[in-house]
């Protein structure tokens, strides 16, 4: 079966530092894969997604990046953080359809949720 | 213009009530709508989905698609303390395209 691993659940981070979150699918082969962020009462925004190894759609644009350095790795990194930067990021991932199937689910991990001071 | 609208609320029902959860979308490409349930601190996880317009019932939950008015809608029968959850609307359309995007959420509390 497939599974979704995140990390960390939380992260109290400085203004100004670094940010690292990863996330690793088990499971599936070349999946496509999301970062999205979500802040209070602003839904989920979708930030990165890949398709690919190396493969990377910027959605909005922000000091933050999004690296797929293997095929079931996605990476969301920052050099220096906002204040704005707050929010639970939730990673996801999803297979398009097998021919004739009409639907993609969207699987998430269980998301970080980070706090910038 | 954003891609999915949807009322943030949050919307509070008493127990058995029946619930009417409702999105926009501005995309007539898109084919597929489903429906995302996330309970507190958790990511979201499939609840159901339609295909075109019309109807699908799934015990108490139903979602209805307008495609005329691109209106889609959530209705929960007999609500449940259970079902208090943040609702997200997704719309998708398949051939090569692979962005999932998201409503804003719906929370909904049902009170005993």
Known sequence: ??????????LVQPVGSPLSLECTVEGTSNPNLYWYR??????????FYSVGIGQISSEVPQNLSASRPQDRQFILSSKKLLLSDSGFYLCAWSVLPASGGVNTEAFFGQGTRLTVV | QKEVEQDPGPL??????????????????FQYFMWYRQY???????????????????????AQVDKSSKYISLFIRDSQPSDSATYLC?????GG?????????TRLAVHP
């Open chain 1, 1 to 10: 079966s497939q599974t979704i691993h995140q990390w960390p659940a939380t």
């Open chain 1, 38 to 47: 979500q802040a209070a009462g602003r839904g989920l925004q979708l930030l």
């Open chain 2, 12 to 29: 509070s029902v008493p127990e058995g009530a029946i619930v009417s959860l409702n999105c926009t979308y501005s995309n007539s490409a």
């Open chain 2, 40 to 62: 507190s601190r958790k990511g979201p996880e499939l609840l159901m989905y339609t295909y075109s317009s019309g109807n699908k019932e799934d015990g108490r939950f139903t």
């Open chain 2, 90 to 94: 997704a719309p998708y359309f398949s």
């Open chain 2, 97 to 105: 395209y692979n962005k999932l995007i998201f409503g804003a959420g």
